[in-house]
């Protein structure tokens, strides 16, 4: 089942017949709350208001121009200079798919991701805020770390994704848990093949949890991005082990999942930001949503039958 939807997650004909139904709207909304830049900047007040903080994501990913990618990164810049106008930095930052700003470009699309991305990082910084490299399917890994380490020369808080179901993750945790680095790790979003990543759903939780306790003993700054239960119990006592202050660490979850478990952790002292995508181009993210829970699917297509 997760494959079929990550497949048609790529698939333009899908694409057009899930994006034009009517009730994909109002399930959309569930996971994103709006498209425009004023929809996001209100769900961030909202959101910080209630103690938690936020990333935030503006939807775009696998682009194919130029022009794009430079509007990708413009969107940004916007968005950085609103956040701090509005006094909402530092609580919010912004999460970053470097597809989206010209890395898959033919060429020389490394070069093209690295040169937006960095002034991205220079308007976060202007705005008092940070920038975290969202981390995408495979192929982009050693791409993504590269540019990573290219951008931490001037912006040494550039946050970082690594996805604990691909076998490399746990000797990447180990060269990124140094001091100062700010690691997100989440289990992966992707569909991706056994000989890089766990099939086995067990494992990758497994994994997890190896990839965790090296953060949590590292110098870095731990983003646990995760709402597993198991996981977040198993972070909490890698905290108390290692005699971690709240402030050396934070949870992190997705907008529109688990927000009593985010109100729970707020209220025992953590810090919890929220992921919270907003923008026209929802598709990519909507379907990862649903392939990672059979009943968001169930709920998905009856919804449709029901107003049909
Ligand atoms: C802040 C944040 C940033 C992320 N960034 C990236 C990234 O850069 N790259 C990447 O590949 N992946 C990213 N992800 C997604 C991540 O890889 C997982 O696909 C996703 O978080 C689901 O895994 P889980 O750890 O919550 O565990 P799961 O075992 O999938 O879920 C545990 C429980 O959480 C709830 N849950 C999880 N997902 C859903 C859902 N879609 N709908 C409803 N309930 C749900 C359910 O109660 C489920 O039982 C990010 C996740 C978070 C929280």
Redesign the pocket.
Known sequence: MRSVILAASRDNRVKRLIASAPITRSVVKRFIPGEAPDDAVAVTRQLVASGLQV?LDHLGEDTTDQQHAASAAKAYLSILERLATEGLTPAAEV?LKLSAVGQALPGDGERIALNHAHMICAAAERAGTTVTL???DHTTTDSTLRILHDLRKDFPETGA?L?AYLHRTEADCRALAHEGSRV?L?????DEPESVAFPD?HEVDLSYARCLAVLMAGEGYPMI????PR?IAIAADLARAHDRKPDTYEY???YG??PNEQRRLVGLGNTV?V?VPYGTDWYGYFM??LA??PA?VTFFLRSLATRS
Not at 186 to 190: D, E, I, S, V
Not at 225 to 228: E, G, L, R, V
């Open positions: 990333s999460s969202d981390m995408e994704v996805q997100r989440c289990k992966g979003a992707y759903k991005a995760t709402h597993d996981l992190q979850m997705l999942i688990r930001r992921y990862r949503r990672e829970r968001n």
